[in-house]
């Protein structure tokens, strides 16, 4: 019930932002929807922490430890993500970026691409998981060309294309995945659940899977932003409103993943081995180790930003691939404060980018000085994405490299190399907009504090100390994985 | 109608819809796709049909009939009246040369051949040896997308191998439950009409909706 | 006893290919005049025009080599061998034994390539354009031709030509895709190797557009009348090879003497269709550019590369 008021409460703002139009009152009641989502959500977090799993609506959907935080996460950054976005917005109607119809049609987008990404989370059938993740992607296919600029239109249709051909080949695993379901379970709904389909994982073909999950792997890795089926995400993240490169960086990749990592349990159960996961450790290296060097030569700072989304998606591909409790402890962890992170960053950007009028990194100085907050929460941000104690990125690459060093130690050089080298980038490109004069065409503006602090201190205590409820939650949902 | 009579009809259905992506591929007008690829739907749709009839699902009929309405006359219409309001030019240019294209295509169903072995032997449907037709489908769709220049024919492509699909889903376990098979219908629909809207924004905004003149987003700027 | 039928039976055939091949031709001609509105000669004009040919003196140029000179008796020779192969009105023929379908598609070479050398032994222009031109379409043709008949002998499991018609009338009918896709491939194939329209043009004598009149133009007389002669009979080959493999319904098996009348009028009755189908054809379509004749073959072969793939994974 509380599942279906969690999805619901979207679904209504969406239906009610596309009926009102643009109002004066239209981002207050887009962040009322999206804190609406958040409370219920924490209702459906604390239901479960003392009542343990559940499963309802016909079976059709269910919650676990997995799923749960995801939602939780989900739910919180699509609000704070609302609040940002109310200034900002409002400052990209002031510059004429954007007429009435189109500010309509965002907050309604918004709310529905955040329907889409729970419903892909709850829902417990493999089938509903897939239209949502296409959903999901279609929802914001038109928030990316919002600008309608040449290049904001030529970045979602690629957006478009190549995440579409890529959902396709995640159906066909599904397809296959069914076929190998329906001998064990039957026809029907039921065989495409994933509580029977983990129950029964192991007496599935493993010939089946081995092949379904390549499809997944294709599929579902391509929205993850997976080197070499990444070329879409540098592009949507950097032409689209920054409120939007923070959900679909920080929020859309974890889905995808979440969805790739369901996909990978079942397989391991039917092949008996780790063969899926030395695949999805190649497709994490190669992310991380391709968009770290990509890091250096980044011109345009959403760009840069989403190169980095890539290389920790890489890196929480890299870890659930490596198995074992520690890295999928890690991984999970990552995935938590990842997102966080990187949506704090691109607020903080999306700031600074509109202080200066263009997203050039070269163009983009002083911030501090000309701005504490946004400065701050820059130069904050990136030391934790970059993976400075005592933020909690820190914590979870630590636990990912002590795995490696335990299960893998030749990977070890790999990964640290990547890591260092996202280090050096991102410093050396984020210093000299951090720091120095104020440049004369800058101009200060009124920024939203709240959502960047908000993060920072989340990742900072999450560095620090990780609550009873939520190392709970993580360990139950790493039982789950193995 | 005897099983064995279903179970020819419904391969040279199979054969039809290869042959129809084949065409696809070497077809150089833009209206000659969209009747290919109505053609395909036609036959996607019938061929779903003759498989609910024979192992007796009615579901199948649903599919059938959303095929026919949304593949074989929606789709193709949609398409129709964009091309003529937008006047696209009707050549199709393409990137590989179609000898080249059709030779990589032949490739590609014999490595869906043997991609789709294992699945073949275990499974005990009479729509079984369909699966690799589809496979190779769905490869095909992707070539066209890959060699094709205009958004236009990238579409087609695109929804070439979304029959692929569908023609996947029931030759390997007689269709998707019905939900899925809904959210499925749905959601192209949805897309149908995103693309139909980006065709006017690629047009408002490049002035022609040539794929070579939206190559402008690359690493070295 | 039994050798003397086949004897017989091989002996009729032969004589069946040399006497029909013309009225075949007269028939598709005839029907061309109608379809086009215009008045025919009649069914039996080729006939007369042989006739003609053959009273009318040779005329040779001053450097025409041996080559030039044999060729026409090696052509029609060869295409009459073929005739001899080929399951026209019975399978049970002595010759059709010895030669399977890739022999077949080595004779149909054979008569090609002598033509082309003669119409490069004289040194005109036409004559190499004409030969190059043909060289080109058999280059591509055949492997296609190969493949689509391979696809009927995977489904027949034999590559003679006599057994192949003997499976596939034995059983009881099957839809198979991989013989439609066949079929489709080998109407491609028939239409380009015996120079039908859109392929070519047998009707004209336009220097940019002709390939095989081309190839041919130096002739005259009774060599004539022997190249045309065996052209009618390749039309008519390939359209009783069609109908053979395809709907072998009514011809004879071994031993079969008496079939021989039904198997004729059989016979007749379906290349009478073909013959409508090729007039349809001819008349609704438009010569191609020579440019396009590759991808035209192209598509015949990826046609019977389907139907050969359709067999493996459908059947």
């Known amino acids: ?482 | 109608m005897t099983a064995g009579l279903a179970v020819q009809i419904n391969s040279v259905l199979a054969a039809l819809i290869l042959l129809t992506s084949f065409g696809l591929l070497v077809q150089r007008r833009i209206y000659g796709m969209l009747r290919l690829f109505a053609w395909q739907g036609a036959f996607l749709s019938l061929s779903t049909a003759i498989v609910g009839y024979t192992a007796g699902l009615h579901h199948l009929y649903i599919s059938a009939a959303l095929t026919l309405a949304l593949k074989v006359f929606a789709l193709p219409y949609i398409l129709y009246v964009l091309i003529h309001r937008l006047e696209i030019k009707r050549d199709v240019e393409e990137l590989v040369n179609i000898p080249t294209t059709m030779l990589i295509g032949i490739a590609l169903v014999i490595f869906s051949y043997y991609l789709t072995a294992p699945i073949r032997e275990l499974s005990t449907l009479i729509t079984r040896s369909t699966l690799a037709v589809a496979l190779a489908t769905v490869m095909i769709g992707l070539l066209i997308m890959i060699t094709r220049r205009k958004a236009v024919t990238q579409i087609i492509g695109f929804l070439a191998l979304e029959n692929g699909l569908f023609f996947a889903a029931t030759s390997a376990t007689y269709g998707m439950p019905l939900v899925v098979e809904l959210g499925v219908a749905l959601d192209i629909l949805i897309a149908a009409f995103i693309f139909g809207i980006f065709f006017y924004h690629i047009r408002t905004s490049f002035d022609s909706l040539e794929l070579k003149d939206m190559e402008k987003l690359k690493e070295d700027e | 006893m039994r050798i003397v039928y086949s004897l017989i039976i091989e002996a009729a055939q032969i004589a069946v290919v040399l006497a029909v091949a013309p009225a075949f031709v007269g028939w598709v001609r005839m029907l061309k005049c109608r379809a086009q509105g215009r008045a025919s000669a009649g069914i039996l004009q080729p006939y007369r025009d042989l006739r003609r040919l053959f009273y009318k003196d040779v005329v040779l140029a001053g450097n025409a080599s041996w080559i030039f000179r044999s060729a026409p008796y090696v052509a029609f020779g060869a295409t009459v061998l073929a005739g001899a192969i080929i399951p026209v009105i019975s399978t049970d023929l002595p010759l059709g034994l010895t030669a399977d379908v890739i022999a077949l598609v080595a004779v149909f070479a054979i008569a090609r390539f002598f033509t082309a050398l003669a119409g490069m032994d004289i040194g005109t222009a036409f004559g190499g354009m004409g030969s190059s031109r043909e060289m080109m379409v058999a280059s591509l043709a055949e492997p296609a031709m190969l493949m689509s008949v391979f696809t009927i002998s995977l489904v027949a499991g034999s590559t003679t030509l006599s057994e192949m018609v003997r499976v596939i009338t034995s059983g009881q009918f099957v839809f198979r895709p991989s013989m439609a896709l066949a079929l489709m491939a080998f109407v491609l194939i028939g239409i380009a190797e015996t120079g039908r329209i859109p392929v070519d043009n047998p009707a004209t004598h336009l220097e940019l557009t002709m390939i095989h009149e081309a190839m041919v133009l130096e002739y005259s007389g009774r060599h004539l009348a022997l190249i045309e002669w065996a052209g009618m009979i390749k039309l008519f080959l390939f359209a009783s090879l069609g109908v053979a493999l395809f709907v072998p319904w009514g011809i004879g098996g071994p031993h079969e003497v008496f079939m021989v009348p039904v198997a004729v009028v059989s016979l007749a009755i379906k290349l009478g269709i073909v013959g409508v189908c090729l007039v349809l054809v001819e008349t609704r379509l438009a010569k191609m550019r020579i440019f396009q004749v590759p991808e035209f073959l192209g598509v015949a072969f990826i046609l019977a590369t389907l139907g050969m793939l359709s067999f493996f994974m459908l059947e």
């Open chain 1, 1 to 482: 019930m509380l599942i279906l008021v969690l999805l619901g409460i979207n679904l209504l703002a969406a239906a009610v932002l596309a009926v009102i139009g643009e109002k004066r009152y239209a981002p207050e009641v887009n962040i009322l929807g999206s804190a609406a989502t958040f409370v219920a959500s924490v209702f459906l977090a604390a239901d479960v922490y003392y009542n343990g799993r559940m499963i309802s609506g016909r079976e059709y959907f269910f919650v676990d430890e997995f799923n749960v935080y995801l939602a939780v996460l989900t739910a919180f950054v699509s609000m704070t993500t609302a609040v940002f976005s109310r200034p900002y917005m409002r400052h990209e109607q002031e510059r004429g970026r954007l007429g009435k119809v189109a500010m309509r049609f965002y907050h309604a987008m918004f709310q529905l691409f955040i329907f889409a990404m729970l419903m892909a989370l709850l829902t417990n059938n493999v089938g509903i998981l897939w239209i949502s993740m296409e959903l999901a992607t279609l929802s914001t296919v038109l928030l990316v060309s919002l600008y309608r600029t040449p290049s904001s239109v030529e970045a979602a249709w690629k957006y478009f294309i190549l995440c579409g051909v890529g959902i396709a080949l995640a159906l066909f695993g599904t397809v296959l995945l069914y076929f190998a379901a329906e001998k064990v379970l039957g026809e029907g709904s039921k065989a495409l659940q994933w509580t029977n389909l983990a129950a029964v994982s192991g007496s599935l073909e493993p010939t089946v899977l081995s092949l379904a999950f390549v499809f997944f792997m294709v599929g579902y890795g391509t929205k993850v932003g997976l080197v070499p089926l990444h070329n879409w995400l540098p592009d949507a993240h950097a032409e689209g409103p920054t409120p939007i490169s923070a959900v679909l960086s920080g929020l859309l990749l974890n889905i995808a993943l979440y969805a790739l990592v369901r996909c990978k349990t079942l397989v391991d159960g039917a092949t008996h081995g780790n063969r899926a996961g030395q695949i999805m450790m190649a497709f994490g290296l190669v992310s991380l180790l391709v968009s770290a060097f990509s890091l250096l030569r980044q011109k345009d700072i959403k760009r840069m930003f989403s190169y980095s989304s890539i290389e920790h998606m890489g890196i929480a591909t890299y870890a659930f691939g490596l198995g074992g409790s520690v890295a999928t402890f890690g991984a999970l962890l990552h995935m938590l404060v990842h997102s966080l992170t990187k949506s704090a960053i691109f607020f903080t950007v999306g700031h600074a980018s509109q202080m200066h009028g263009t997203q050039e990194i070269s163009r983009i100085r002083g911030l501090i000085k000309g701005n504490p907050l946004v400065g701050w929460g820059l130069m904050l941000g990136v030391a934790a994405i970059i993976g400075l104690p005592p933020f909690g990125l820190f914590t979870s690459e630590f636990l990912i490299l002590t795995a490696t060093m335990k299960s893998a130690p030749l990977l070890a050089p790999f990964f640290l190399l990547g890591l260092a080298i996202a280090f050096a980038a991102l410093l050396r490109k984020v210093m000299p907009m951090v720091f120095g004069a104020v440049p004369d065409y800058q101009h200060n503006q009124r920024v939203s504090h709240t959502p960047v602090i908000l993060h920072m201190i989340l990742v900072l205590v999450l560095g620090l100390y990780l609550p009873v409820f939520l190392s709970q939650w993580l360990h139950g949902a790493v039982r789950l994985l193995r």
